[in-house]
């Protein structure tokens, strides 16, 4: 068998477990003139957590928090910060095929989570797999070729209470 060089495009998005992801989203925003573009939650059809894509040049992070508190054990957003504080929870790398990249990366000793599967709306389909690490964080490889959304299915814009008031972004940041 020959190997075959399956190349990671770039980092996709680096996930945040945090215990306010709101109030981190609003922080973001204002603190580090990050762009709030995408959100899920409980009114997207996400009962568990709120997740804010925040967006700067070419770095995207995701701040998610559980809705319960996180006295809720067995969730593992809840579990996580309440174990390590807010931190990194997943890096999210971007592939232009995530069941190659999953197979290959297994075969060679990563360890597997989830294979491939599909999430779709009306923007279309992305493919997402998980490996494992030695640590609390996961690797998730994500093909966007077929999507066209704002970050993932079910993400929406976000709710205008995170965003910065009209002018408070030094200028070029908006």
């Known amino acids: ?54 967006e700067s040049g070419g770095a995207r992070f995701v701040v998610t928090s559980a809705v319960q508190p996180i006295t809720d054990h067995g969730h593992r957003i809840a579990d996580h910060v309440a174990a390590h504080g807010d931190t990194i929870l997943d890096l999210v ?28 709306d009306r923007y279309g389909t992305v493919v997402l797999a998980v ?6 964080a996961r690797h998730i490889l994500v093909e966007r070729t077929g999507y066209a959304g704002l970050f993932l299915p079910g993400y929406v814009p976000p709710p205008t209470d995170v965003l910065p008031p009209r002018g408070a972004l030094p200028a070029g940041n908006a």
């Open 131 to 136: 490996l494992g690490t030695d640590g609390p």
């Open 93 to 120: 790398i971007e592939v232009p095929d995530a069941y190659a990249v999953y197979d290959y990366a297994v075969d060679r000793g990563a360890t597997p989570v989830t294979e491939p599967y599909e999430l779709s």
């Open 1 to 54: 068998m020959t190997d075959i060089f399956v190349p990671a495009r770039r980092t996709d998005a680096v996930v945040l477990a945090v215990g306010d992801a709101r109030r981190t989203a609003h922080y973001y925003s204002v603190a580090l003139a990050m762009r709030c573009t995408a959100y899920s939650g409980p009114e997207t059809g996400n009962p568990e957590t709120a997740s804010y894509v925040l």
